[in-house]
């Protein structure tokens, strides 16, 4: 079991950046693959971006795709997520997730999850 711990959140002006770390207890961090997802007020949660328990694949939502960078450092057992050109509509609480098991796409399928962390972008 791993369990997940976001940090990094904030509130920004549009246009800044802002980088989000997940910290993941337990010696097996690398057989997990890891996912960023964010939830705005009044709408459901959406996977954002996702990283392979290796690195070598990633994968992003298309309304992040060229602004968002994930990355991961499995013998610090971190997940970054780099923001860059943050828009408005970027502001959710921003979670990270974990999921084993056979390789799958990268936008579903997780089954642990962090508390959040709020990311807030003013206009």
């Known amino acids: 079991q791993v369990q997940l711990v976001e940090s990094g959140g904030g509130l920004v002006q549009a246009g800044g950046s802002l980088r989000l770390s997940c910290a993941a207890s337990g010696r097996t961090f690398r057989d997990y693959d890891i996912g960023w997802f964010r939830q705005a007020p009044g709408k459901e949660r959406e996977f954002a971006a996702g990283?392979?328990?290796?690195?070598?694949?990633?994968y992003y939502a298309d309304s992040v795709k060229g602004r968002f960078t994930i990355s991961r450092d499995n013998a610090k057992n971190t997940v970054l997520l780099q923001m860059n050109s943050l828009k408005p509509e970027d502001t959710a609480v921003y979670y990270c997730a974990a999921k084993t098991g056979r390789p799958s796409g990268l936008e579903t399928g997780y089954n642990y999850w962090g508390q959040g962390t709020q990311v807030t972008v003013s206009s």
């Open positions: 990283i392979s328990r290796g690195g070598a694949r990633t």
